[in-house]
């Protein structure tokens, strides 16, 4: 539910909306607004009854929220979220477009360090690789779990990157959360709600990977759970999802990045690795989704992919990934130019 007061509401008027809504054992939330005062209401988990809000003096509307999520949309939170990843790296908002790469999987010392040493050189703020890998087949490389996340670790001290790996169980997020800078929920767990509520109760940020089948808005109910649990700083991520074309890993579905920046306040990012999985299509996906308002990618890269235990076809050489950064790099200028002369281009984003 969400309260709008009329411009003219005093902050008495506001307060004593806030007092009803504790009264009635549910939640308020201010929401922000240069013109319009507004007050969520969370805590509910059926229809209320909204008659002890009607009468208060200032209250302008009152509106019914029927989606599954309420603390993730734009409604109860109009401006765009920044998320602060680490010492001076954001995503979100008109944060510099961000960008993460690394292997699928943490495979050896040397492997790691020499990747996180390549991405420190280029100026690349974050590292992703897995150590708990949620695989296909019990018989694919399954991760080095305790020892990977334990070279990350050092790794990240030692280089002086930031790290983002994914968390597979809730018995794992507290251990993980306190080696890692960055978490991030796979695809295939997008919705293991006693996952999402484990890392709701830590305060390292998040990565939010779409379902491989999920609807936009089953993947910002799985966000909402995060948000509920006390932890604001979710950062989607579109991966590709399932359909009948098989010629490329998944679809690309890159439509929902300005989609999802409609409804949602949160920052959006894209992995052109998982939504291709095919080396050749990932640079041009990486650009497009830059051109399409994403807030940064999350690209595989590799010392060696002909030999990587995961992922090799779709991972990048460290040529390849070059490359792609420095036309990044170029198109964020571009892009910037754009919107700055306004225009039609002013509706990218
Ligand atoms: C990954 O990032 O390596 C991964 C397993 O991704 P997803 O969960 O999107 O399949
Ligand atoms: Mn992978």
Known sequence: MLIVMHHWATDRDIEKVKATITSMGLKP????????????????????????????????????????????????????TVVRLGDGVKAGG????LVIAGPCAIESRDQIFKTARFLKKLG??????????????????????EEGIRLLS????????LVVTEVMSPEHVEMVAGEVDILQIGARNMQNFDLLKEVGKTRKPVILKRGLSATVEE???SAEYILLGGNPDVVLCERGIRTFET?????????????????????????????????????????????????????????????????GPQSLHFKEFEKLLKQLRAMEGFMKTLKEQGGRWRSVS
């Open 247 to 311: 010629a490329t890993r998944n679809t690309a579905d890159l439509s929902v990045v300005p989609l999802v920046k409609e409804s949602s306040h949160l920052p959006v990012i894209f992995d052109p690795s998982h939504a291709t999985g095919k080396r050749s299509l990932v640079p041009h996906m990486a650009l497009a989704s830059l051109v399409v308002g994403a807030h940064g990618v999350m690209v595989e890269v590799h010392p060696d992919p002909e030999h990587a235990l995961s992922d």
């Open 154 to 161: 050092n790794v990240r001290k030692e280089v002086g990157i």
């Open 219 to 221: 993947w910002l109910a």
């Open 94 to 97: 008109r944060a510099p477009f």
């Open 29 to 80: 939330v201010a929401i922000p607004g240069a013109e319009r005062t507004a007050i969520g209401v969370i805590g509910n988990e059926g229809w209320v009854d909204d008659a002890p809000l009607r009468g208060i003096k200032g209250v302008l509307e009152i509106i019914h929220v029927t989606k599954s999520y309420k603390l993730v949309s734009r409604d109860f939170h109009p401006s765009d």
């Open 124 to 145: 690349v703020p974050a590292l992703r690789a897995g150590a708990y890998k949620p695989r296909t087949s019990p018989h694919s490389f399954q991760g080095l779990r």
